[in-house]
Nanobody, 127 residues
Framework: QVQLVESGGGLVQAGGSLRLSCAAS????????MGWFRQAPGKEREFVAA????????FYADSVKGRFTISRDNAKNTVYLQMNSLKPEDTAVYYC????????????????????WGKGTLVTVSS
């Protein structure tokens, strides 16, 4: 069982930066691939970034590549999403996800079936 709690969301101007954190509980955290998804108002939840259990592999949506960086600290049971050069279209609720198959979900773009979700943190980017 893995429980996920996101933090770090807020209001930022376009061009600014935010760092999201996802604190995980559960003894098997280090064996899970982790990811971030987001859901804007009126839209479906979409993939943002993923990282392997050891942190050696990452994968990004084209829309955030070069601006966002995912990382993890298994000693702290935490995964991060550093978001730079934010745009108004990045406005969404950001959800942390844990699943051994996270890269399959990342490449399919569909979040359906992910094992564990956090409750989300709201990011609002003003123009």
């Amino acid at each position: 069982q893995v429980q996920l709690v996101e933090s770090g969301g807020g209001l930022v101007q376009a061009g600014g930066s935010l760092r999201l954190s996802c604190a995980a509980s559960g003894r098997t955290f280090s064996s899970y691939g982790m990811g971030w998804f987001r859901q804007a108002p009126g839209k479906e939840r979409e993939f943002v970034a993923a990282i392997s259990w050891g942190g050696g592999s990452t994968f990004y949506a084209d829309s955030v590549k070069g601006r966002f960086t995912i990382s993890r600290d298994n000693a702290k049971n935490t995964v991060y999403l550093q978001m730079n050069s934010l745009k108004p279209e990045d406005t969404a609720v950001y959800y942390c996800a844990a699943d051994p198959r996270i890269f399959a979900f990342a490449k399919s773009g569909s979040p359906s079936g992910v094992d564990y979700w956090g409750k989300g943190t709201l990011v609002t980017v003003s123009s």
